[in-house]
C-alpha cells in the first residue's frame, strides 16, 4: 500500500485495539495536536485524509498547549484504567519540548501516552531548519532527545522501513502494564511526508492482549506463610489496585482475613471510605488512623504501589523493628522494592489467589473493632474540618466539604500540585474506585485543567470537579479554552489564596519564613512583601469563554457548585481561601533537608526538629 509515513501512521493506530478480560477497547481513541512546520504536511495532511475519507477516523482536537496535550492524554488514558490513550502529534523544537513535561508524568505515574514530535530532515539538506538544535558533536542530536529519558520507549524514524518495527515496538510498551509509560515516535518533516509501499499487513486489526499475569506458586506461598505469621497486616492500596478493576477482589480479601486497608494517591477509592476496614490515606498526607495502623504493622502487602516517599512517609511510617513487606506488583522493579517478598503479578489475580490461599487465616476481632473505630473517629475529623467555620475566609477543608456534597457517588475530582491533594488525600470521602484523581505521582503544577479535560473526554457521563490552585491556573490553563471548543463540561473551582500556601508551610516548617511564597507586591524595602496583587483569575476564565461564578463565603460556594451542576459547557467557580488555616494533621512526617548551618534562628530551630525526624527514617533491608 502505498502512503505516506504519516498516512502509514494515521492508518496504522485506527487498527490497534486492547483487550482485558474479553471486552475490546480501541487504543488510540483521539488525537491532540498543534501543527507547525515539522507535522503540518505530514502527519496534518494524514489526519485531514483519514477524517474527510475514513469513516472510523477518531476525533483530532487542537490543543493550546503541547504540554497541555499530553496531559489530556495522560488523565485520559488513567481515567480507561490505561486500556486507552490519545496520540499528541506536535512540530519540532519547540512543540516537541513542550511535551517533555508530560512525558515525564505520564511514565512516572505509568500512563500510556504516545507522544509523535515532529524532528528535523533527515536529508539534511537544508540544515539547519528552523528551530534546529544543531549539536556541534553529531548531526544525529535533535531536541528531541530531550524526550528520551522520560519515555519508556523511544525511536525516531529516518527511514520509511523502519516504520513497521518501530509502530509495534512503541504498542507493545503501551499496553504492556509494567512498562508503559509516554512512548515517543519522533518523526523527522521530511521522512512524514515520503511515500513507500507498506505490506497490507501492517494495517490488519490488531488486538493487544493485556495480560492477567499469575502469581508463580512459589512467590505466592512465600508470601502466604509470611501474612499467615503476622497478627497485624495491613494492606497499602495503590493505582495498580484501580487499573487492575481488582476493587472487588481487595475488599473480599480484606472481608475474609480481616486485614485493614489504607491508600496511597494513586489507590485512592480502591475501598469506599466508609468500609469499616477502610482506613484512608496514609503516610504523610495520611489519616490518624492508617498512620497508627502502619507504625504497628508486622506485615505490609503493597499492592500496585510504587512506595514513594508520601506513601511510606520516607520510611518512617512502619515502624515495627520486624515489618516485612510482601509486595503485589505487576513490574518486578517495585515488586522488588524494600526487600519485600515480590509477587509479580496482575494485582486482580493475585488477590484472588491470595483470598483461596489465605483461607482460615483472620485477624482478631480486637484489631478490625480498633480498624472501624480509628476510621470513624477520622471520619468525625473530617466532618469538623469540612463545617470549620472559618472567618472571615473559608478554610481549604470546608471548599472540599462543599465540593464533596456537590458531587455524586460517581463523579469525580481531579487535582495535583499545591496543599490540596495532601488536604483531598485525608478528607476527600471517595465513593467510587473513579472517583479520586489525584495526578500525585509528578505533581505536576497545570496538570489540573488539562489532565480534568482528559478526565472528562474519558468518562463523559461523569461529573468532573478540577480543583485548581492560583498557582497552578496561573502556571497552565489555556486548555480551558479546549474544553470550550469541545463543548465539554467541566467544573473548575478555583482556589485562590495569592500564592503558594502548600509550599509556604513547608518553608515555615525548614525555617524559610516562607520566602518568595505569597504573591505579594514589591515593597519599599525591595522585598516582596507588599500587598496581594491585584489579580483577578475570575474574569481571565470568563475571558477564556468560561461561565464564572464568585463565591466569598462557603455558602455561596454551595450555591454556586450546584447552579455549575445546572450549567452547560465549562464552568469556573473562583473561591478564595485563608491560606494559614491546615488540614487536619496526619501525625506523619517528610523528609525535606534544612539548612545544617545558618545565622536564623528559625532555620537552627527547625533543624533540631528536622533532626527528630531523622531519628525515625530507616531502611527496610
Ligand atoms: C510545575 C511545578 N513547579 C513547581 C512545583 C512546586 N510546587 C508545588 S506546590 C506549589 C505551589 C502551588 O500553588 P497553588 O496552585 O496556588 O496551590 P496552593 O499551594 O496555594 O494550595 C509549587 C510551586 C510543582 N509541583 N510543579
Ligand atoms: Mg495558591
Known sequence: ????????????????????????????????????????????????????????????????????????????????NRMSTLACTTSIGPGATNMVTGAALATVNRLPVLLLPGDVFATRVANPVLQELEDPRGFDVSVNDTLRPVSRFYDRIWRAQQLPSALLGAMRVLTDPAETGAVTLALPQDVQAEAYDFPDALFRRRVWHVPRTLPEPGALARAVAIIRSARRPLIIAGGGVIYSEATDALRSLAEAAGIPVAETQAGKGSMRYDHPLALGAVGATGTVAANEFAAVAQVVIGIGTRWSDFTTASRSAFADPTVRFVNVNIASFDAAKHSGEAVVADARAA?????????????????????????????????????????????????????????????????????MPGDLHKLW??????????????????????GGLGVKLAAPDREVFVMVGDGSYLMMSQELVTAVQERVKLIVVLVQNHGYASIGRLSASVGAQRFGTAYRYRDQDGR????????????????????????????????????????????????????????????????????????????RTAYEQYLDGKRGQRDYL
Open 1 to 80: 500500500m502505498r502512503l505516506t509515513v504519516g498516512q502509514a501512521v494515521v492508518r496504522f493506530l485506527a487498527a490497534q485495539h486492547t483487550e482485558r478480560d474479553g471486552v475490546e477497547h480501541r487504543l488510540i481513541e483521539g488525537w491532540f495536536g498543534i501543527f507547525g512546520h515539522g507535522n503540518v504536511a505530514g502527519l496534518g495532511q494524514a489526519l485531514l485524509e483519514a477524517e474527510l475519507t475514513d469513516p472510523d477516523a477518531v476525533a483530532y482536537r487542537q490543543g493550546r498547549n503541547e504540554q497541555g496535550m499530553v496531559h489530556a492524554a495522560a488523565g485520559f488514558a488513567r481515567m480507561r
Open 351 to 419: 488477590l484472588e489467589a491470595l483470598l483461596g490461599a489465605l483461607a482460615g487465616y483472620r485477624t482478631d476481632p480486637a484489631y478490625r473493632e480498633r480498624a472501624r473505630e480509628r476510621a470513624q473517629a477520622w471520619d468525625a475529623t473530617v466532618e469538623r474540618a469540612y463545617h470549620l467555620g472559618n472567618q472571615p475566609l473559608p478554610a481549604q477543608s470546608e471548599v472540599i466539604g462543599a465540593v464533596n456534597d456537590a458531587a455524586g457517588p460517581r463523579d469525580v475530582v481531579v487535582c495535583a500540585a499545591g496543599s
Open 429 to 450: 470521602r471517595t465513593r467510587d474506585p473513579k472517583g479520586y484523581h489525584v495526578e500525585y505521582g509528578f505533581s505536576c503544577m497545570g496538570y489540573e485543567i488539562a
Open 528 to 603: 516582596l512583601g507588599g500587598t496581594v496583587l491585584p489579580v483577578d483569575l475570575a474574569t481571565n476564565a470568563a475571558s477564556l469563554g468560561a461561565t464564572v461564578f464568585r463565591a466569598g463565603t462557603v455558602d455561596e460556594l454551595r450555591q454556586a457548585l450546584a447552579k455549575a451542576r445546572e450549567t452547560g459547557g465549562v464552568t469556573v467557580v473562583h473561591v478564595d481561601a485563608d491560606p494559614m488555616v491546615d488540614a487536619p494533621a496526619s501525625d506523619s512526617w517528610w523528609d525535606v533537608p534544612v539548612a545544617e548551618t545558618s545565622r536564623l534562628e528559625t532555620v
